[in-house]
Nanobody, 123 residues
Framework: QVQLVESGGGLVQAGDSLRLSCAGSGRTFSDRAMAWFRQAPGEERELVAAIRWTGGSTMYADSVKGRFTISRDDAKNTVFLQMNSLKPEDTAVYYC????????????????WGQGTQVTVSS
C-alpha cells in the first residue's frame, strides 16, 4: 500500500517556525516530484512549494518565497517543508503530494496524497 504521511503541524504564534515532514512508504518516491499544498477553510487547495525528483529544482508560491524551504531526503523517502516567519494567513491544512509531472501546479497533476496536517498561526 502506497502512503504519504505528514507530521509536524501544530499551533504557533506569528513569527514562529515549523518543520513539516512527509514520509513515503510502499514505493520509492525518488522518481517523483514532491510538493506541498495547503487548503484553508472555504478556499481552493493551492500549491505552496515543489521539488523535482533530482532535488535540483524547486518552486515556491509568491506568498511563501523567502520564508519556506522545501527539501527531500530520498534515502529516507521523506520530504520536508521548513516554514519560518509564519503568518496568520499561513493557517491551513498542509498536504504533501507526489507527481510524475514537473511542474504540476494543479492538484489533479498529483497521483499520491497524504492525509494532511493542520497548521494554525495565531496573531
Amino acid at each position: 500500500q502506497v502512503q504519504l504521511v505528514e507530521s509536524g503541524g501544530g499551533l504557533v504564534q506569528a513569527g514562529d517556525s515549523l518543520r513539516l515532514s512527509c514520509a513515503g512508504s510502499g514505493r520509492t518516491f525518488s522518481d517523483r516530484a514532491m510538493a506541498w499544498f495547503r487548503q484553508a477553510p472555504g478556499e481552493e487547495r493551492e500549491l505552496v512549494a515543489a521539488i523535482r525528483w533530482t532535488g535540483g529544482s524547486t518552486m515556491y508560491a509568491d506568498s511563501v518565497k523567502g520564508r519556506f524551504t522545501i527539501s527531500r531526503d530520498d534515502a529516507k523517502n521523506t520530504v520536508f517543508l521548513q516554514m519560518n516567519s509564519l503568518k496568520p494567513e499561513d493557517t491551513a491544512v498542509y498536504y504533501c503530494a507526489a507527481s510524475a509531472i514537473w511542474i504540476g501546479y494543479r492538484p489533479r497533476d498529483y497521483e499520491y496524497w497524504g492525509q494532511g496536517t493542520q497548521v494554525t498561526v495565531s496573531s
